[in-house]
């Protein structure tokens, strides 16, 4: 799935009257207005869409912190943007914040802040990998990674 | 394991753990990913920058670092309960910090060589070095890698005798497994010897 599958996303740019970069407007395919920067391609959009947050307000999410959903209803009330939702709906099933990323086609930075809000709004439910001194004391994982790969 | 989540099925959230897979430009870290992964190898694009240049509002968006670094990871559902993650490092070597954030947490590193081009290997072999990270070397069977060519492979990389050298095929699925199975085998071995011994 990618974001060109979920609605229109509202224009959060009107927000932010500095926001408009010195590129080119692109008329995207999926009939919405990508900026591109002419070296780099579609950069502005992650920071629109977060309000230019680059950190979030809750939880630290490494890139294999698996996420799921709680199940929770996405009220309108809970103010998510379309991007907010599409990850909920990703997240029906397990998934790490790298593929999230992978799916929807934006970089960790920005998939991070949305998980945050989604975090504080109780609307996913995560878990953490273990840190490096877990790893260097759990036979048990190794173990368990030798056997499952040994069976594919 | 106690606290593990649950989600509202009340099936356990899996944990998940990573491999990193590196090498130079072209030896074949997407390939072995691809092979061993069960669906196709997905990618992020990391704007450079969000760390490069500590951008924490909306100026960013004026920012003349226009770069993008990719990563590609494949996933492996090990169990209901774990999920492993392999992890190519970016072709450009120049982004450390990508590399710090594919390898924290990393069971260890596989380091894909090509014996055509050795030295591209070096840089990884370094970083995995100087960070303590366990990693083997597996050496990539593009035309005439011959098994007698491990030896030199050893002397020019001039590892430690524990590291183990393996030939492998990144086309082929049980070639890979095996080079994934060696991997966690001497991570396991390697971690354990250097856990503080108990009184
Ligand atoms: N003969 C042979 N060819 C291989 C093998 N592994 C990969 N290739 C080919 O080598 C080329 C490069 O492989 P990739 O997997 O894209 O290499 P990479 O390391 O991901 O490359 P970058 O991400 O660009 O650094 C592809 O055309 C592969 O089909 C192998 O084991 N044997
Ligand atoms: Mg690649």
């Known amino acids: 799935m990618t974001m060109s599958d979920s609605q229109e996303p509202e224009d959060v740019s009107r927000d932010l009257p500095d926001a408009e970069p010195e590129g080119v407007i692109v008329d995207g395919e999926e009939s919405h207005e990508r900026w591109l920067d002419e070296q780099a391609g579609p950069l502005v959009r992650p920071y629109v869409m977060t309000r230019g947050r680059t950190e979030p307000v809750r939880g630290t999410f490494d890139l294999i912190t698996m996420v799921v959903a709680t199940g929770l209803p996405a009220a309108p009330e809970l103010g998510l943007d379309p991007e907010h939702q599409a990850v909920v709906r990703l997240c029906e099933e397990p998934m790490s914040v790298a593929e999230i990323a992978g799916h929807l086609n934006l970089p960790t930075v920005t998939v991070r802040v949305l998980l945050g809000d989604l975090l504080a709004k109780g609307l996913i439910t995560v878990e953490d990998p273990q840190t490096e001194a877990e790893l260097a004391d759990d036979d048990d994982l190794y173990l368990a990674v030798i056997d499952g790969l040994k069976a594919l | ?199």
């Open chain 2, 1 to 199: 394991m106690d606290s593990r989540r649950f989600d509202r099925r009340g099936r356990r959230l899996p944990k998940a753990t990573k491999i990193v897979v590196a090498g130079g430009f072209g030896v074949g870290k997407t390939t072995l990913v691809g092979t061993v992964s069960e669906t196709k190898p997905l990618r992020t694009e990391e704007l450079l920058t969000d760390k490069s240049v500590g951008v924490d509002d909306v100026e960013g968006v004026e920012a003349k670092s226009t770069t993008t670094v990719a990563m590609d990871f494949g996933r492996i559902t090990i169990k209901d309960e774990f999920v492993l993650y392999l992890f190519g490092t970016p072709g450009q070597e120049r982004f450390w910090f990508m590399w710090d954030e594919i390898t924290l947490g990393a069971l260890g590193a596989v380091v894909l060589a090509d014996t055509r081009r050795l030295a591209d290997c070096f840089p990884a072999v370094d970083y995995f070095e100087r960070r303590g990270t366990p990693f083997i070397v597996a050496v990539n069977c593009f035309e005439g890698a011959r098994r007698f060519q491990l030896d030199e492979v050893e002397m020019a990389l001039n590892l430690g005798e524990q590291v183990p050298i393996v030939l492998c095929d990144a086309r082929d699925k049980e070639s890979c497994k095996d080079v994934l199975v060696t991997l966690v085998r001497h991570a396991m071995k390697t971690r354990r010897e250097k856990r503080p011994v108990e009184v």
